[in-house]
Nanobody
Framework: QVEESGGGSVQPGGSLRLSCVTSGLPIEHVSMGWFRQAPGKEREAVSCLSNLDIDRIYYADSVKGRFTATRDNAANTVYLEMNNLKPEDTGVYYC????????????????????WGQGTRVTVSS
């Protein structure tokens, strides 16, 4: 029900745009989160578009100012525009979805998300 795409290999300073399509879940009623997992590390939260209101978008401190999450309700898709990529952004990026209401106190908790995609790999290297 959730599928990511758009990963690839880029040099530091480069850009990528990830996409996450949901099926069976009207995206305007769903909170969507982006997480990533670097080799040998735990999965960490990157961004979240809450279903509480259209302007409630959260970012991890490590990506603020570089990553932008957007939502296209007509396409049932969310995007993660990643600019000025750094080697530490390398990892597998996952999209999570939940009908729950996410806010500043819980958007980064993996357990809040009910549906996950298989992930798309991002490699930032010179």
């Amino acid at each position: 029900q959730v599928e990511e795409s758009g990963g690839g290999s880029v040099q530091p300073g480069g850009s990528l745009r990830l996409s996450c399509v949901t099926s069976g879940l009207p995206i305007e009623h769903v909170s969507m989160g982006w997480f990533r997992q670097a080799p040998g590390k735990e999965r960490e939260a990157v961004s979240c578009l809450s279903n509480l209101d259209i302007d409630r978008i959260y970012y991890a401190d490590s990506v603020k100012g570089r990553f932008t999450a957007t939502r296209d309700n007509a396409a049932n898709t969310v995007y993660l525009e990643m600019n000025n990529l750094k080697p530490e952004d390398t990892g597998v990026y996952y999209c999570g979805a939940t009908v729950g209401h996410l806010h500043g106190g819980n958007w980064y908790h993996i357990a809040e998300y009910d549906y996950w995609g298989q992930g798309t790999r991002v490699t930032v290297s010179s």
